[in-house]
C-alpha cells in the first residue's frame, strides 16, 4: 500500500507542475494577443518551437531522470551524488549549446540570436 501512496503522490507533484505552466501560458495569451501583430505570431511560434526541441537535445532530460532516482530511499550521499552529475551534464550541455549556438549564429545572421541563447538558458535553470 506505501508504493501505491507514493505513487499518487508523485503523480500529484507532476500534475500540479504541469497543470500550473498551462494555466501560466493561458493567461498571457491576452498579453501575446494585445502586442504582437499577426505576423509576428509565427515568429514567436518558430522561437518557441526551437527552443523546446533545443533545451531537452543539448540537457538530455536528465533533470528528469535525477528526479526520478530522488525519489527513491537511499542515503544522503547518494542523493547528492545525482544532483552533483544532473549539475555537470547541464553545465556541459549548455555549454556545448553556447559554442554551437554562436557559430550558427555568426553564419545564420538569425534576427532573435540573442533572445533564443537567453531563453535556452533561463528556461535550463528554471528546470533545473
Not at 518557441?48 to 526541441?53: D, H, K, W
Not at 552533483?84 to 553556447?98: A, P, R
Not at 557559430?103 to 533545473?128: C, P, R
Request: some cysteine; proline content about 2%.
Amino acid at each position: 500500500m506505501d508504493r501505491n501512496k507514493r505513487l499518487i503522490k508523485n503523480t500529484f507533484i507532476y500534475f500540479i507542475g504541469n497543470l500550473s505552466s498551462k494555466i501560466l501560458s493561458f493567461l498571457l495569451l491576452p498579453l501575446y494577443t494585445y502586442y504582437l501583430t499577426p505576423e509576428d505570431y509565427g515568429k514567436v511560434d518558430l522561437f518557441f518551437t526551437y527552443t523546446s526541441i533545443l533545451i531537452p537535445l543539448f540537457t538530455l532530460q536528465i533533470t528528469n531522470a535525477g528526479f526520478r532516482f530522488l525519489f527513491e530511499k537511499m542515503g544522503e550521499t547518494r542523493q547528492r551524488v545525482i544532483i552533483s552529475s544532473t549539475f555537470f551534464v547541464h553545465f556541459i550541455g549548455m555549454l556545448f549549446f553556447c559554442l554551437l549556438y554562436i557559430l550558427f549564429w555568426i553564419v545564420t545572421k538569425y534576427e532573435f540570436g540573442v533572445y533564443v541563447i537567453i531563453y535556452v538558458l533561463l528556461n535550463d535553470l528554471a528546470t533545473t
